[in-house]
């Protein structure tokens, strides 16, 4: 017997709960309990009538268990057949489906799902279609990760990958305030294996666990591989002193258990090919044995100059004392030498040390290695152009996938600022945004654009806290109503 | 890198070089880059092998007959005995880039975007 009045009593309280009492979790609530209310109907009503079917005629069982998988698994259904099979109006129509987990991040992820099946269509409607969903896109107004995604997928079909990248990291940067985001766990595993592939270790580690399992293993080695990145919160920086518990908690049990995992992951990898070159760094940088920079005692200081460079470029600088070291050496022979052989010995230090990892290069504070590390000037530079720009805009917002776009380039170049200056506290980039990020989180709130409002505040919180910012803390905490 | 492109380390002679030297080691290195002998086309230097050309050569003499420049490049050349070895270890600790993971997003559902 099922309680049908109890379900519907639920449904129904579900939907008037919602019109009255918006949460952080889900900002456009309203329409998110409708989509469950609607799934929850669906539960009640339909799968019992599905579920009986069969006991009308055996053929049934057959239609039965089709209209089962459509209703009720749609993303499985489009991931496993519509996509492959490339059937992108078929896999729009699932994502739509999707009432239950995507809520609203249907539209957007919709039309993501539609042109990942577009990608395996051959026939000659595909540009049609392409530019059919790029104007459907236009027309989404709520959502956040799927707009991301489908995007990021139509910049790729006209051919601007590097544009795909910066909406594909964007997106697996979300916050989980958000909620369901479709496409995310995909987003993390594609920007953290493109991050580390192009050795931007330090803005892998930033990335979320929360991702496919090879995803979560580059994110956990990016991390083991970035010099400090444990101690950040232990260095006698700014302690996070409001920090959520459930934060830290999650990040000394990442600490605590991370070359486990990492090993338990690499023990289940059935193509190990990619990721030999990887793991042999890894095995060099976290191993007992692991080489230090040594150059020895000689009566000159440029000869001896000339020797630590040879020796840096050929072991590499990973940590500390090495870099220490290199830096006091350089310094020694930079104050005996030439105008000419100071700037040789500048260019070479540039050369030799432009793997020296980025959270390694603000800690040194060696003058010549400070005139040879790029501490992220020119990103740094471009943002607070690029903020200057966004301060002089006009109030009104755009469609949301224009807003996205722009919040993207912003987001992005704020991780390249940081990424470049190594240190992941550094205050510069995050005093270049703050405000800006600030007045367009609430445009964009006020304007409708709801998910991307608490994902501009959810930003700030988090890098407020990180940095102590009080006006900051406290306005957030208010926005996103925690 | 011109610390790299001592003129001592293109023409393979120490600081202690003779003017005589120098001019005997021009000729020989010209000679044999003009019939294309291999060992005449690199040098060894603390930074490992470089490629070498008669320009490079011609240049290397001409700074070492100044003999503020002889100077000059002589304080930069370390006893030979203590440059690392030409063989590059295939990792090194500082390698941070491993482009070849890309590979490993094929089959993922944004494999396309690779």
Known sequence: MIPY???????????????????PEHPNLRQASNDRAVAMIMWAFIAPMIVLLPLLSWWLILVSLLLFLLLYFPTFVATRFAIPRGKPELARLLGKAAFWHWRDDRPGGAIA??????????NADVEKLSDEYAQLLLKAKVGAGGVLLSSALLAHRRGDRERARVLLETGALLSPKLGSTIGLRW?????VTQLVADGELLRAARIDLDTTPRGALLVRIARELSPGWDGID???????????????????????????????????LTNVGPYARLFRALDVRTGAGRPRLLVPELASATQRAVLALALAQKQGVADDASLAHLGEILDEAHDEASDEVQRWLIEAAREVTKDVPRALRFRSESFVLHEAFDHGESALDQLFQLCERLANADDGVLPLSAELESWATLRILYERALADSGDVLDSLPFSAVRDVVWNRGATNFNGGHRELGVMMFAFLLEEGLKRDDDSVIDAMIKNLRL | ME????????LELGPEATVMEIERKTQKLLAELELGRASAKTYRSPFGERPRDAEAVRAASRALRDPTLREQHALLVPPSDLWPDDVTSPIRAADTRFPELRESLAGTPLAELA
């Open chain 1, 5 to 23: 009045g109890i379900i519907a009593l639920i449904a129904v309280k579900a939907l008037m709960s919602a019109r009255s009492n918006p949460t």
């Open chain 1, 113 to 122: 799902f539609a042109l990942l099946a577009l990608a395996n269509r051959k």
């Open chain 1, 187 to 191: 987003m993390r595993e594609h920007a």
């Open chain 1, 234 to 268: 232990e260095s006698g920086r700014p302690q996070w002193r409001r920090d959520l518990p459930r934060m830290q908690l999650a990040r000394r049990m990442d600490r605590s258990v991370r070359r486990r995992m990492i090993a338990r992951e690499r023990s289940k």
């Open chain 2, 3 to 10: 610390l790299a492109a001592n003129p001592f380390f293109v």
